[in-house]
């Protein structure tokens, strides 16, 4: 692995306590970003790849990314779990160039390279050469030159991938407030429902925080305000893990604690402004309680969404400095009857790249990265909520996810 | 073929092209407010991945059924959502006639899309195809059904504008 950068280190300086300001730099430094490859993606974090419904057959596989490093995710033919670096011990081609398939083993297409589904090197073309010249010679360990592992962890269909031997099970990492979150939207056998992404004109970074902001979900989004899906005045709150990486936040119908949005004129609340058909904002109660919208986050980049009966996860991954792409794999459960799938497809409207509450996150986050270019120097400020990281009951009006995600990436940067 | 039939199946793809260009100027001319006239009362409308397709996958990223959600879809546009300012030329490429039986025309084109936006940076948005299925009304063809098939799974940054 690369030497951590020390330019990087000598020109950053994260100003002062707390994680309540952020250096613009942050968003726009080529050097930081090689850095968070290695130190985030590489590091001691679990990173999404895939659900296990994507990959219920022996020799399954999907091609996936951890960071920038490409991945393979596959169901070995004793029905494990395998991930490993997509890319060939010998020379680095890509083993799969593919999204998905299924294969009895990798075989790289420039020198025939092969490899099982744990990536153990099984065959080298012409490893004694021919006619008894060439080949690899004697000291050739091929033991030695296996593919690049990741560890694996399972929990509720999901599986996540980590490269460092450092980072601790799943449930530990993410904590048992939280795992409980992922519990209450799992609670069946999944069925995809579809793929598709949206590009973004700007660093992850300002993505992965728009998810932990629950301060702009009313204010931005003029459907979640109108419509009644996320208002300040409704319940709900926010959830953050003890070291402050992940979070959930969410909102409930039931009786509003105060007329807080009658007294906030904001951009948000259209009064007058009625769909014509509203059938996409009918909700099914399924999950037990009466939790309108659900966003939850695990550090770095994972996204698991319920707004209504529209069930996600996301999957950011950075595509360099200045842009970064979101996968979203949309869900329904294997015993969804047609009409819930039909209710399903309907309120699909409200998210994805067209949403009609998820295009504007894709639009802010180039808003940023333009201005970001200014002033290297110069931070933002997130005082909403206080300055510390605590979770709150009832007021989602506060940044204190996003200076969690702070504090977690200031943790696995050393910076 | 006849020349009956020649010149039936001509007057049709005539009918076709020149609808498919009426279309595509609303969307190109911010005449967004014309768009839902384009189709039948309960028609259907939707934008959705090639992979998808394949995969034989029901997820849209976009999905009207009804004038009713296609109106909103406008009127979100108008007065909802937040995005920069930009506009669509749409390019129409070959345009196939599938069928034409029991009053429904079943047509397949090819399309690309380029986007401006408002400081003058230019992109190749979209491309792909569109199926549609039209119908006669008093109002001349009107869409009965129209399944837009994007190339790409990918779209830059968000998709307001329809295609």
Same mark, same amino acid.
């Not at chain 1, 390279?113 to 091929?142: E, M």
């Not at chain 1, 069946?188 to 700007?202: C, E, I, M, R, T």
């Not at chain 1, 940044?399 to 977690?408: I, L, Q, T, Y």
């Not at chain 2, 397949?108 to 380029?114: L, P």
């Given at each position: 692995?690369?030497?951590?950068?020390?330019?990087?280190?000598?020109?950053?300086?994260?100003?002062?306590?707390?994680?309540?300001?952020?250096?613009?730099?942050?968003?726009?430094?080529?050097?930081?970003?090689?850095?968070?490859?290695?130190?985030?993606?590489?590091?001691?974090?679990?990173?999404?790849?895939?659900?296990?419904?994507?990959?219920?057959?022996?020799?399954?596989?999907?091609?996936?990314?951890?960071?920038?490093?490409?991945?393979?995710?596959?169901?070995?033919?004793?029905?494990?779990?395998?991930?490993?670096?997509?890319?060939?011990?010998?020379?680095?081609?890509?083993?799969?160039?593919?999204?998905?398939?299924?294969?009895?083993?990798?075989? $790289?297409?420039?020198?025939?390279?092969?490899?099982?589904?744990?990536?153990?090197?099984?065959?080298?073309?012409?490893?004694?050469?021919?006619?008894?010249?060439?080949?690899?010679?004697?000291?050739?360990?091929?033991?030695?030159?296996?593919?690049?592992?990741?560890?694996?962890?399972?929990?509720?269909?999901?599986?996540?991938?980590?490269?460092?031997?450092?980072?601790?099970?799943?449930?530990?990492?993410?904590?048992?407030?939280?795992?409980?979150?992922?519990?209450?939207?799992?609670?069946?056998?999944?069925?995809?429902?579809?793929?598709?992404?949206?590009?973004?004109?700007?660093?992850?970074?300002?993505?992965?925080?728009?998810?932990?902001?629950?301060?702009?979900?009313?204010?931005?989004?003029?459907?979640?305000?109108?419509?009644?899906?996320?208002?300040?005045?409704?319940?709900?709150?926010?959830?953050?893990?003890?070291?402050?990486?992940?979070?959930?936040?969410?909102?409930?119908?039931?009786?509003?604690?105060?007329?807080?949005?009658?007294?906030?004129?904001?951009?948000?609340?259209?009064?007058?402004?009625?769909?014509?058909?509203?059938?996409?904002?009918?909700?099914?109660?399924?999950?037990?309680?009466?939790?309108?919208?659900?966003?939850?986050?695990?550090?770095?980049?994972?996204?698991?969404?319920?707004?209504?009966?529209?069930?996600?996860?996301?999957?950011?991954?950075?595509?360099?400095?200045?842009?970064?792409?979101?996968?979203?794999?949309?869900?329904?459960?294997?015993?969804?009857?047609?009409?819930?799938?039909?209710?399903?497809?309907?309120?699909?409207?409200?998210?994805?790249?067209?949403?009609?509450?998820?295009?504007?996150?894709? $639009?802010?986050?180039?808003?940023?990265?333009?201005?970001?270019?200014?002033?290297?120097?110069?931070?933002?400020?997130?005082?909403?909520?206080?300055?510390?990281?605590?979770?709150?009951?009832?007021?989602?009006?506060?940044?204190?996810?996003?200076?969690?995600?702070?504090?977690?990436?200031?943790?696995?940067?050393?910076? | 073929?006849?020349?009956?039939?020649?010149?039936?199946?001509?007057?049709?793809?005539?009918?076709?092209?020149?609808?498919?260009?009426?279309?595509?100027?609303?969307?190109?001319?911010?005449?967004?407010?014309?768009?839902?006239?384009?189709?039948?009362?309960?028609?259907?409308?939707?934008?959705?991945?090639?992979?998808?397709?394949?995969?034989?996958?029901?997820?849209?990223?976009?999905?009207?059924?009804?004038?009713?959600?296609?109106?909103?879809?406008?009127?979100?546009?108008?007065?909802?959502?937040?995005?920069?300012?930009?506009?669509?030329?749409?390019?129409?490429?070959?345009?196939?006639?599938?069928?034409?039986?029991?009053?429904?025309?079943?047509?397949?084109?090819?399309?690309?899309?380029?986007?401006?936006?408002?400081?003058?940076?230019?992109?190749?948005?979209?491309?792909?195809?569109?199926?549609?299925?039209?119908?006669?009304?008093?109002?001349?063809?009107?869409?009965?059904?129209?399944?837009?098939?994007?190339?790409?799974?990918?779209?830059?940054?968000?998709?307001?504008?329809?295609?």
């Amino acid at each position: 692995m690369a030497q951590p950068s020390l330019a990087a280190e000598n020109t950053f300086a994260w100003p002062g306590e707390g994680t309540w300001r952020v250096p613009f730099q942050v968003y726009t430094d080529p050097e930081i970003y090689a850095l968070e490859q290695e130190r985030i993606f590489q590091g001691p974090t679990w990173n999404f790849l895939c659900l296990e419904a994507e990959i219920p057959n022996p020799g399954d596989y999907k091609t996936t990314y951890v960071g920038e490093a490409p991945v393979i995710v596959a169901r070995t033919p004793d029905g494990r779990i395998s991930a490993v670096l997509n890319r060939c011990a010998h020379k680095g081609a890509l083993l799969c160039y593919k999204q998905h398939g299924s294969v009895r083993e990798y075989n $790289c297409v420039y020198h025939n390279w092969t490899y099982d589904l744990d990536g153990n090197l099984t065959g080298v073309a012409f490893r004694k050469g021919v006619g008894g010249k060439g080949g690899v010679g004697p000291d050739f360990d091929q033991k030695a030159h296996g593919l690049v592992r990741l560890r694996t962890e399972t929990y509720k269909g999901i599986v996540f991938g980590t490269f460092s031997d450092r980072t601790p099970p799943f449930a530990k990492y993410i904590g048992a407030e939280l795992i409980a979150s992922i519990d209450r939207v799992f609670i069946k056998p999944l069925k995809v429902l579809g793929y598709h992404s949206q590009v973004l004109p700007n660093n992850w970074k300002l993505y992965a925080e728009n998810n932990k902001d629950s301060y702009h979900a009313s204010l931005l989004h003029v459907f979640h305000n109108t419509f009644g899906v996320v208002r300040p005045n409704m319940g709900g709150g926010i959830k953050i893990s003890d070291n402050g990486w992940h979070h959930l936040s969410y909102t409930e119908r039931g009786a509003p604690n105060n007329d807080a949005t009658g007294r906030e004129k904001v951009r948000s609340l259209k009064e007058q402004y009625r769909l014509e058909d509203a059938s996409m904002m009918e909700h099914k109660l399924e999950l037990g309680d009466q939790v309108t919208n659900s966003i939850q986050t695990v550090f770095p980049t994972l996204v698991i969404q319920q707004i209504f009966n529209a069930l996600a996860v996301r999957q950011l991954v950075p595509r360099g400095v200045d842009r970064c792409e979101l996968l979203w794999t949309v869900l329904g459960f294997e015993d969804d009857d047609a009409e819930m799938t039909t209710l399903r497809m309907k309120v699909n409207n409200l998210v994805g790249p067209a949403g009609f509450v998820s295009m504007e996150d894709g $639009c802010v986050g180039g808003f940023i990265q333009r201005a970001a270019q200014a002033d290297r120097r110069a931070t933002t400020i997130m005082p909403m909520g206080g300055r510390a990281i605590e979770p709150s009951q009832g007021s989602r009006v506060t940044e204190a996810a996003v200076r969690g995600f702070w504090k977690g990436w200031r943790e696995c940067m050393k910076l | 073929m006849k020349d009956v039939d020649l010149s039936a199946s001509l007057i049709t793809r005539l009918r076709v092209d020149s609808f498919l260009a009426d279309y595509v100027h609303v969307l190109d001319s911010d005449r967004l407010e014309e768009w839902p006239d384009f189709f039948v009362e309960d028609g259907n409308y939707q934008v959705i991945t090639r992979e998808n397709v394949e995969r034989g996958l029901p997820l849209a990223v976009m999905s009207c059924q009804g004038r009713g959600m296609l109106r909103d879809r406008i009127s979100a546009l108008r007065t909802a959502n937040i995005f920069e300012p930009h506009v669509y030329c749409h390019i129409l490429g070959s345009l196939r006639i599938l069928g034409n039986t029991e009053g429904a025309i079943q047509t397949e084109s090819t399309f690309n899309v380029v986007r401006t936006m408002a400081d003058g940076a230019m992109s190749l948005f979209a491309c792909g195809r569109s199926r549609d299925r039209l119908v006669d009304s008093p109002d001349g063809l009107k869409l009965a059904e129209r399944v837009v098939i994007l190339d790409s799974r990918q779209v830059d940054t968000l998709l307001v504008i329809p295609l």
